[in-house]
């Protein structure tokens, strides 16, 4: 389950939020001020932050700063001021949304909800082959009544919509005799929720999770806690694996 830190000086407003995040299927911690926060997020691996912009001490924006050097966790900044400069400041430095007090509980266990299921953009140099242009990474998380191999289907389409042209690939690779070339697009398939899938079109969970940094450290924002199907073992403990060995 998602692992929220809950951070605001007003400890009735930080009881109400966790009701309701606890309610919604959320593991809850609460932090009094912007230093208990980033304690804790050094202490322990949380999926996104709720920030209180007002509070003594650090506040929610120097607090922010503090958490963008070691962390790209997702945070929420939670504000009674409703100033255009606050916003563009806590966007400048990294917050993923903000909602204005006073708030609705539902309204803010949505938005908690959509940040969760989109990572941040991540760069990395090309894997499996050269190119000038580095990888752009990102992890969505989708609802869908779709079967896998119609998930698979409306990928493809959707690749064929943005520019790849998969017949041209293979023509390239034929001709250079490399096992991957760039693309425009390049959308995988990582997990179909528990599902174990083998078949000549389409491997879930995708094979090269535990090996590559670029699709864990994106997959950790959303969902970190989750187990890999066949080895057992959450994202997060696969990536803490995989730097380990890489380090």
Not at 31 to 40: H, I, P
Not at 66 to 89: C, H, W
Not at 217 to 222: F, G, K, R, Y
């Amino acid at each position: 389950m998602p692992h929220i830190l809950i951070t605001d000086d007003d400890p009735h407003l930080r009881r109400l939020v966790r009701t309701y995040a606890e309610l919604e299927g959320f593991e809850c911690t609460e932090a009094g001020d912007g230093a208990a926060a980033v304690t804790a997020l050094k202490q322990s691996a949380f999926d996104l932050v709720l920030l209180d912009v007002m509070m003594p001490g650090p506040d929610g924006f120097e607090t922010l700063e503090a958490i963008r050097g070691f962390s790209q966790v997702p945070v929420i900044m939670l504000t009674a001021r409703n100033e255009e400069y606050d916003k563009l400041n806590g966007f400048r430095l990294g917050v993923d949304d903000y909602v204005a007090k006073p708030f609705s509980p539902k309204e803010l266990m949505a938005r908690i909800g959509a940040v969760l299921r989109c990572s941040h953009c991540y760069g990395s140099a090309p894997w499996g082959f050269e190119a000038e242009q580095p990888f752009v990474n990102q992890v969505l998380v989708a609802d869908t009544d779709l079967a896998p191999h119609e998930v698979l289907a409306e990928v493809h389409r959707i690749e064929r919509e943005l520019g790849r042209n998969r017949a041209a690939e293979a023509v390239e690779r034929a001709a250079t005799g490399q096992r991957y070339v760039s693309r425009p697009i390049d959308i995988d398939i990582l997990l179909y929720d528990d599902e174990v899938i083998s078949t000549p079109e389409l491997t879930i969970p995708h094979p090269g999770i535990a090996e590559r940094e670029f699709v864990l450290t994106p997959l950790c924002e959303v969902l970190r806690q989750r187990p890999h199907p066949v080895l057992g073992l959450t994202m997060g403990e696969l990536r803490d694996n995989l730097l380990g060995k890489t380090k």
